[in-house]
């Protein structure tokens, strides 16, 4: 079965760097469309950013030029490059994927999140 796992989580001060990475496997045909969420303290998940098999890729306004998604397709691994980070970053990162299985057409996969704390 399709697995999605974060990681590259952590506590940074404003204006510092995180590499977050999410990795899926399992019996994977194909991957289309991956993404980042978040979901800051008492808010709702919102989309931080996505990329396609071919790579195109769409951002939330305020990820625009601070954040670069990118993907690994050999790996099945996504990545999100944080920099200049604001306290406002702070929230549970969750890594979305639309798979297709042997069992499943284009199914969507979520991870379980990893924890980013921005301080100021």
């Known amino acids: 079965q ?3 796992v974060e990681s590259g989580g952590g506590l940074v001060q404003a204006g510092g760097s995180l590499r977050l990475s999410c990795a899926a496997s399992g019996s994977i045909f194909r ?3 991956m993404g980042w969420y978040r979901q800051p303290p ?3 998940r919102e989309l931080v ?3 396609t098999s071919g790579g195109s ?3 939330v306004d305020s990820a625009k030029g601070r954040f670069t998604i990118s993907r690994d397709n050999a790996k099945n691994t996504v990545y999100l490059q944080m920099n200049s980070l604001k306290p406002e970053d702070t929230a549970v990162y969750y ?3 639309d798979i ?3 069992d499943s057409y284009f199914m ?3 991870g379980k999140g990893t924890l980013v704390t921005v301080s100021s």
């Open 42 to 44: 008492a808010k709702q």
């Open 31 to 33: 991957i289309n469309t």
């Open 57 to 59: 890729t769409n951002y």
């Open 95 to 97: 890594c979305n994927a």
């Open 2 to 4: 399709v697995q999605l």
């Open 108 to 110: 969507n996969y979520w």
């Open 49 to 51: 950013a996505t990329i």
């Open 100 to 102: 297709t299985t042997r």
